[in-house]
């Protein structure tokens, strides 16, 4: 009989992170970032439609998407090794996917491999009036996650 992997345990909740996120990535508040889910296999996050977030061509610039997709990873990771805020991105790939529509835009991170010094997920991102099943990008990054003799 084969023996079932427990789940990992969560390692920082999810108002420890609303914490990191006021205190410590003053951008989240420009961007409006808000948790909408906080596990330690799936954090949601939200930004809050802004008409500042707009291009030229009535879509949701790029650099909007990428920066809440990176900080859904952040989060991500950090509910899996704790608050070790010196986790940084290593690689961030974006695949864009249709023209989001002008309304708020959610970002679905997923663990794909969490090893000792590197973390790799995926994010997937969809405009809340178009929903989950028509995603406007899908993104790759990785983390590296410091030693512990080196976390703050």
């Given at each position: 009989?084969?023996?079932?992997?427990?789940?990992?345990?969560?390692?920082?909740?999810?108002?420890?992170?609303?914490?990191?996120l006021?205190?410590?990535?003053?951008?989240?508040?420009?961007?409006?970032?808000?948790?909408?889910?906080?596990?330690?296999?799936?954090?949601?996050?939200?930004?809050?439609?802004n008409?500042r977030?707009?291009?030229?061509?009535?879509?949701?610039?790029?650099?909007?998407?990428?920066?809440?997709a990176d900080?859904?990873?952040?989060?991500?990771?950090?509910?899996?090794?704790?608050?070790?805020?010196?986790?940084?991105?290593?690689?961030?790939?974006?695949?864009?996917?249709?023209?989001?529509?002008?309304?708020?835009?959610?970002?679905?991170?997923?663990?794909?491999?969490?090893?000792?010094?590197?973390?790799?997920?995926?994010?997937t991102?969809?405009s809340?009036?178009?929903?989950?099943?028509d995603?406007v990008?899908h993104?790759?990054?990785?983390?590296?996650?410091?030693p512990?003799?080196?976390?703050?």
């Open positions: 009989m084969a023996r079932q992997a427990s789940a990992p345990a969560l390692q920082l909740d999810v108002e420890s992170f609303r914490l990191i006021a205190e410590r990535l003053p951008f989240a508040e420009t961007m409006g970032i808000n948790v909408d889910y906080f596990a330690d296999d799936h954090v949601r996050l939200r930004a809050v439609y008409d977030f707009l291009r030229p061509g009535g879509t949701i610039a790029g650099p909007v998407m990428m920066g809440l900080a859904a990873l952040y989060a991500l990771v950090l509910s899996r090794i704790g608050a070790v805020e010196l986790a940084v991105t290593t690689s961030l790939s974006i695949n864009f996917l249709r023209k989001p529509m002008p309304a708020d835009l959610v970002a679905d991170a997923r663990m794909l491999k969490l090893g000792k010094r590197l973390a790799v997920g995926e994010v991102l969809f809340e009036e178009l929903g989950a099943d995603p990008a993104v790759t990054g990785t983390y590296s996650i410091p512990p003799e080196s976390r703050l």
